[in-house]
């Protein structure tokens, strides 16, 4: 798995992955820092057929919880003008987008917006924001709906405390998290 700055070609998939309109995640990409975890499909199919020595169900849901990039994500890149290279015709390997985290700073403090992704790998996110506050002597805050477990997951396993309550999302009960970086 690699982490890398979300770019504008990602919104579709970011949206896909968060369920929220192309149009949102895009102004996301554009005012706050993105990172995007990407599985390189080579990884991923090394992955299914070194299956013999792999618990069978492990690897049904490894698969499952893959999210598939389509061509519409910006798997094609301008060259010059005019001409398109594809990445399979340039890398020969292609990503899969498999989850994202959103920060940015206000009042000296480090502040998740959004992060998406299974478990563990929205823990391996969250090392983003964390490496960005503690190198800035802030700390971070993360504002998590009860309903998310994997975040909530996620947030804990990487050394965030619960602080109380959040601010209530429409119906929804949050947590506010809190990791001392700083």
């Known amino acids: ?3 890398r700055d979300a770019v504008e070609s990602d919104v579709e998939t970011l949206g896909a992955i968060a369920d929220l309109p192309a149009d949102a995640l895009r102004n996301v990409v554009h005012d706050r820092t993105v990172r995007v975890a990407e599985r390189q499909r080579d990884d991923a199919e090394s992955e299914m057929s070194s299956g013999s020595d792999t618990n069978e169900s492990e690897t049904t849901d490894n698969q499952d919880r893959t999210i598939e990039a389509g061509s519409k994500n910006g798997d094609e890149r301008i060259a010059n003008e005019g001409d398109t290279i594809d990445d399979d015709e340039f890398t020969g390997e292609k990503s899969d987008v498999i989850g994202f985290v959103a920060f940015d700073v ?36 993360f504002v998590v709906p009860v309903s998310e477990e994997s975040a909530t997951t996620a947030a804990e396993d990487a050394g965030f405390e619960a602080i109380g309550r959040g601010p209530r999302f429409g119906d ?3 947590t506010r998290y809190r990791f001392n970086a700083g």
């Open 1 to 3: 798995m690699d982490v």
């Open 172 to 174: 929804e009960t949050t």
């Open 106 to 141: 206000r009042d000296g403090t480090v502040h998740v917006t959004q992060l998406a992704g299974e478990a563990t790998i929205a823990e391996t996110l969250l090392a983003e924001p964390i490496r960005f506050a503690a190198t800035e002597g802030f700390d971070v805050e």
